[in-house]
């Protein structure tokens, strides 16, 4: 039942958004696709490092915390999903400017047609643009 569970979160990871290119000026969709990247690649640090809000992180957290879960209960089942992650496809379809926020709307798919909708609220800190919230569309 725990590997089911940590299947079904690593899918979710599949629906997930924001960046891990932190090149200075990248835009909010660079910085969700290398977001979604970050957490594909089990790079839960690099995938913090582009958000601003608590809650932000704590979308982060859930992963690493399933990552581990997964790990130390069965390292096949770590293996399988972790393929799976990799295989994910991401594509962005929409960004909303608005004054202070840009709303980047995308697709996350597995590559066997099943698809999630999602939507990442960023925010201006410091120059740069960081993940404030994800949320099914």
């Known amino acids: 039942m725990k590997i089911l569970k940590y ?6 990871a599949l629906f997930v958004a924001a960046c891990s ?12 696709t290398g977001f979604h990247k970050a957490l594909t690649s089990l790079e839960f640090e690099k995938a913090s490092e582009l958000c601003c809000t608590e809650e932000a992180n704590e979308y982060v957290e859930t992963f690493a915390k399933a990552h581990k ?11 399988i999903a972790v393929g799976m992650l990799c295989e994910a496809e991401m594509a962005v379809n929409d960004v909303e400017r608005n004054k202070d926020t840009r709303t980047v709307s995308y697709t996350i798919g597995d590559g066997r047609g099943n698809t999630k909708e999602k939507i990442a609220v960023l925010k201006e800190v410091e120059g740069e643009w960081k993940i404030a919230e994800i949320k099914d569309r």
């Open 21 to 32: 290119c932190k090149k200075e000026g990248a835009e909010p969709a660079d910085i969700v």
């Open 69 to 79: 879960e997964a790990v130390d209960n069965d390292s096949g089942a770590t293996a």
């Open 7 to 12: 299947l079904l979160i690593c899918a979710a």
